[in-house]
T-cell receptor, first 118, second 112 residues
Framework: GAVVSQHPSWVICKSGTSVKIECRSLDFQATTMFWYRQFPKQSLMLMATSNEGSKATYEQGVEKDKFLINHASLTLSTLTVTSAHPEDSSFYIC??????????????FGPGTRLTVL | QKEVEQDPGPLSVPEGAIVSLNCTYSNSAFQYFMWYRQYSRKGPELLMYTYSSGNKEDGRFTAQVDKSSKYISLFIRDSQPSDSATYLCAALLGGGGNKLTFGTGTQLKVEL
């Protein structure tokens, strides 16, 4: 159990375009989902926390107008990178917190999406 | 000072060795501690989850938390080449907090 999927797994886009990444919890309900960014050989950097049905909470230094997060249901959150630039190229990983079964503090991670902006 | 410190390695060991991975943390309010394994270009996979001080064992893996010294350890027995990955420790505040605080990860290579 506790499977989180992401789509797409990798994407290449031109500078100035927008890219949407989906994160789904497949076998559990996730009231809270998290979006991370990871640069090569570095740890995960939390970008934002999203709760189902409410606005995301962004970490300091993360532009909310650039990284749009929508948590429309208990199993789906999306991250849209708007007007992407080469410096946005990174590995984006989502995680979901299991709502029940005594594992409320456990986050399960998706496989990640590699974004390359040309 | 980072809230969770971890030696980035790389750490190279022969197959069958016992591996010891360690983290220290500074925030005494952390109550939950996790170890994640991350293969290259993949998302982190939860390995161990512990609450407060003590040991927890799962197969070849043992997680240890010493809150008095703010020290977290992961031991891997009979290490295998398939254990080669980056291991991330993480900590979470008590009281139902959301935000995981990660160490930088230790890169482990188990050689034949």
């Amino acid at each position: 159990g506790a499977v989180v999927s992401q789509h797409p797994s990798w994407v290449i886009c031109k500078s100035g375009t927008s890219v949407k990444i989906e994160c789904r919890s497949l076998d559990f309900q996730a009231t809270t989902m998290f979006w991370y960014r990871q640069f090569p050989k570095q740890s995960l950097m939390l970008m934002a926390t999203s709760n189902e049905g409410s606005k995301a909470t962004y970490e300091q230094g993360v532009e909310k107008d650039k990284f749009l997060i929508n948590h429309a249901s208990l199993t789906l959150s999306t991250l849209t990178v708007t007007s992407a630039h080469p410096e946005d190229s990174s590995f984006y990983i989502c995680s979901a917190r299991d709502r029940g079964r005594g594992s409320r503090d456990t986050q399960y991670f998706g496989p990640g999406t590699r974004l390359t902006v040309l | 000072q980072k809230e969770v410190e971890q030696d980035p390695g790389p750490l190279s060991v022969p197959e069958g060795a016992i591996v010891s991975l360690n983290c220290t943390y500074s925030n005494s309010a952390f109550q939950y501690f996790m170890w994640y394994r991350q293969y290259s270009r993949k998302g982190p996979e939860l390995l161990m989850y512990t609450y407060s001080s003590g040991n927890k064992e799962d197969g070849r893996f043992t997680a240890q938390v010493d809150k008095s010294s703010k020290y977290i350890s992961l031991f891997i027995r009979d290490s295998q080449p398939s254990d080669s990955a980056t291991y991330l420790c993480a900590a979470l505040l008590g009281g139902g907090g959301n935000k995981l605080t990660f160490g930088t990860g230790t890169q482990l290579k188990v050689e034949l």
